[in-house]
C-alpha cells in the first residue's frame, strides 16, 4: 500500500461524509479499505514473527502461535 493509495482512501472518505460517494467510488473505497486492512494485517504479522520473550535468566524464546485444538 502505497501513499497515493492513503491518500485515495482518506479523500473518498471525506468525500463520503460531505456530499456522497457515486457506486463506481464506493466500490473503489471497498477495494481499497480491503487492501488497506491486509496490508495492515501483514505488518502486524511481520512484526509479532520478529518478537520474542525475554526469560528470567535472560534466554531468548520466540513467540509460537497457539495451536488449534
Request: aromatic residues 6%; proline residues 1%; charged residues 35%.
Amino acid at each position: 500500500m502505497d501513499q497515493s493509495q492513503i491518500e485515495r482512501i482518506n479523500f473518498l472518505a471525506k468525500k463520503s461524509k460531505s456530499e456522497g460517494l457515486n457506486i463506481k467510488e464506493k466500490e473503489e473505497q471497498q477495494v481499497l479499505r480491503k487492501a488497506y486492512i491486509e496490508s495492515w494485517k501483514n505488518g502486524v504479522k511481520a512484526t509479532l514473527s520478529q518478537a520474542s520473550f525475554v526469560e528470567a535468566d535472560g534466554s531468548l524464546t520466540p513467540i509460537r502461535r497457539k495451536s488449534d485444538g
